[in-house]
């Protein structure tokens, strides 16, 4: 009985995620396609031959969101493990404030940080480029990979490192050997987020990137406003094929049993 | 072969007033295994980290044979740490575990094979090489992180209370264990634990710490029988003190005089004597006291005295118990030889 109503959730789970993407394939092989069809009268691949090719732009693209994307993932590790590990870590003074300030521009709309850091960037001559944008998006992306790393330090014991100085390691090894292995599910998780949420921002790439970086959401905005159903559900199909692909490979990796964050630290 | 000495250590934590190690002048004979022992708190493991490199002391120096290695960061020293849990690391297995330290080293896989086997060998872990850490007991867990630190070779090898993470029953084969790798690697070792009882059966000297300072260094049996002073003697369960008077070979106390050793100091000290060492019945320094109390401790029975108003204590065999009533007077003995005198307070 169980067993069935956990089968018919699933079911009920996959039916919920996997049916708002139907009428998208659908729209991306459509030649037309008029309420209230069930079907599109004429199918065909132009719209896919469109999008794949260099006049639509959508490659180019692909490749700038991927760039972004994944530096400003590179980035949020940089600065978001270290700072995770003494949030993490120590108890200190001020060390709630630096939650807070952490926790703002996730909690702030974007439109509010926006203004400000566009007339920095400005100022820096890094408005309009793509350095400009990594560096925009890192604003809501390091939230996230600080706070993760936080919680995932809060439950590392430090004396596996001590342990590993002691036996000859140095600060690299000891790093690479034994904190590295322990923290790795939490840093997948954290870098999952920082590059999804680089790879779906629109507000901030479009004001400080000035219309000079075409991120795919820009790209997909433009056609769907220019009423093209058809090639905005290829982009849009193209659009969350990363995010699909990253969480195939490290799904079971961060997910139930075979993550267990808490039992590979401790034996 | 090497010796290691510490020269004027000094810790203070960063908020607390009071220093964890104050000014500690330590030699460790080389090639011995030499116990620091203290209550917790006293600044041993604190002291364990000075010496591994985990922590910078505020003054003072380290050295091996000498040489300082104070300003050397941990793997440099070649002193290898194995803490109080095995802390081996859990993605990695037995036979992984022991080699680390050879593989930080960059030593060919075929060497690190080899002697990662023989390790496991000598510390009875043969075809466990295979298993991960949670796989194993809590004594072959203490058995794998101790091979993993002697595989090293190291100069120094520091133990932290190698053996209070164990059932009582896997201690005697941890410390019999500990104690023959010891000899035959001859490795300067240096354990730290809070049991006496522990430290007087597992080392050759015992380097007693009390509040962050050096109480008394020496073999086992000095600390025992010959204590430095009184704290020295109540942390090895000393209870009987007098105090009193030494002068001409006669001890002048509340107990009337008592006749000392050859040899004892003059001046005001305080008289101690073991209780396993008070004779119950006739013999030298006789005196009568009255039974306060009578304890059955399983292998001994604590007998507790009151002579002249002052309160004495035996440690006796059971078969003895019987005959010992309290409330009734008995004649007990001071053995000369057994008498020792403290410095006063």
């Not at chain 1, 209230?36 to 599109?40: D, I, Q």
């Not at chain 2, 010959?226 to 002073?229: E, N, V």
């Not at chain 2, 078969?319 to 005959?323: E, H, N, R, T």
């Given at each position: 009985m169980r067993a069935n109503l956990r089968t018919l959730a699933g079911l009920a789970l996959a039916v919920f995620l996997v049916l708002p993407f139907l009428p998208l394939v659908g729209w991306s092989v459509a030649r037309g396609w008029r309420f209230?069809?069930?079907?599109?009268d004429q199918v065909g691949v132009d719209a896919w031959a469109y999008a794949l090719?260099?006049?639509?732009?959508v490659l180019a693209s692909f490749a700038v969101t991927t760039l972004i994307a994944s530096a400003t993932t590179l980035l949020a590790i940089l600065v978001g493990l270290p700072a995770g590990r003494a949030l993490g870590l120590y108890r200190f003074r001020g060390r709630g404030l630096v939650f807070l300030l952490l926790l703002a521009p996730a909690l702030l709309p974007g439109i509010a940080v926006v203004f400000g850091l566009h007339g920095i960037l400005l100022r820096l001559g890094l408005a309009g480029s793509i350095p400009g944008v990594i560096l925009a998006h890192l604003v809501p992306v390091l939230p996230y990979m600080t706070l993760v790393m936080a919680a995932v330090f809060a439950r590392f014991d430090t004396a596996f490192e001590d342990q590993a100085r002691s036996l000859g390691a140095t600060p690299w090894q000891t790093f690479r050997h034994v904190t590295l292995p322990a923290i790795l599910p939490g840093l997948m998780v954290g870098a999952l987020f920082a590059f999804l949420v680089s790879w779906s921002q629109y507000l901030l790439t479009l004001s400080i990137g000035g219309g000079r970086v075409q991120t795919l959401p820009l790209l997909l905005f433009s056609f769907a406003s220019a009423g093209r159903n058809d090639i905005t559900a290829a982009i849009a199909l193209l659009y969350i094929l990363p995010g699909l692909m990253i969480l195939a490979v490290t799904a079971r990796r961060i997910t139930g049993r075979g993550a267990a964050l808490t039992e590979r630290l401790h034996p | 072969m090497t010796t290691l000495s510490l020269h004027g250590l000094r810790k203070t934590y960063p908020?607390?007033?009071?220093?964890?190690?104050?000014?500690l002048d330590l030699t460790v004979d080389s090639g011995s295994l030499t116990a620091l022992l203290g209550p917790s708190g006293c600044g041993k493991t604190t002291t364990m980290k000075l010496i591994a490199g985990l922590l910078s002391p505020d003054a003072g120096e380290v050295a091996l044979d000498g040489t300082p290695i104070t300003t050397l960061p941990p793997e440099r020293r070649g002193i290898a740490m194995v803490f109080q849990n095995p802390l081996l690391f859990p993605h990695l297995t037995i036979a992984q575990n022991i080699g680390f330290g050879l593989r930080m080293q960059r030593l060919p896989q075929t060497d690190i094979a080899e002697r990662v086997a023989a390790m496991l060998a000598r510390v009875r872990l043969d075809g466990l090489g295979d298993r991960r850490p949670a796989a194993l007991s809590g004594g072959q867990q203490q058995r794998a992180a101790l091979a993993r630190a002697l595989i090293l070779q190291p100069k120094v090898l520091l133990l932290d209370?190698?053996?209070?993470?164990?059932?009582p029953s896997l201690r005697d084969e941890m410390r019999a264990l500990i104690r023959t790798l010891q000899q035959e690697t001859g490795i300067t070792t240096l354990v730290v634990t809070h049991d006496q009882a522990e430290a007087v059966a597992l080392a050759d000297r015992i380097v007693l710490m009390l509040d962050g300072r050096l109480a008394q260094h020496g073999p086992p049996e000095d600390l025992y029988r010959?204590?430095?002073?009184l704290a020295v003697a109540r942390f090895f369960g000393g209870v009987n003190f007098i105090p009193g008077r030494s002068q001409g070979g006669l001890f002048q106390c509340p107990i009337g005089p008592l006749t000392l050793p050859p040899g004892a100091p003059q001046g005001d000290h305080i008289l101690t004597l073991r209780p396993e060492a008070l004779r119950l019945g006739p013999g030298a320094n006789p005196r009568t006291g009255r039974i306060d109390f009578v304890t059955f401790l399983g292998t001994q029975t604590r007998v507790g005295l009151t002579v002249d108003g002052t309160a004495l204590q035996a440690l006796t065999t059971p078969?003895?118990?019987?005959?010992l009533v309290p409330g009734t007077d008995l004649t007990i003995s001071l053995p000369p030889e057994a008498l020792w005198l403290l410095p006063p307070e």
């Open positions: 209230p069809a069930l079907l599109p090719s260099p006049p639509s732009g | 908020g607390v007033g009071q220093a964890a190690v104050h000014g209370e190698p053996l209070s993470s164990l059932d010959r204590p430095a002073s078969d003895l118990a019987g005959q």
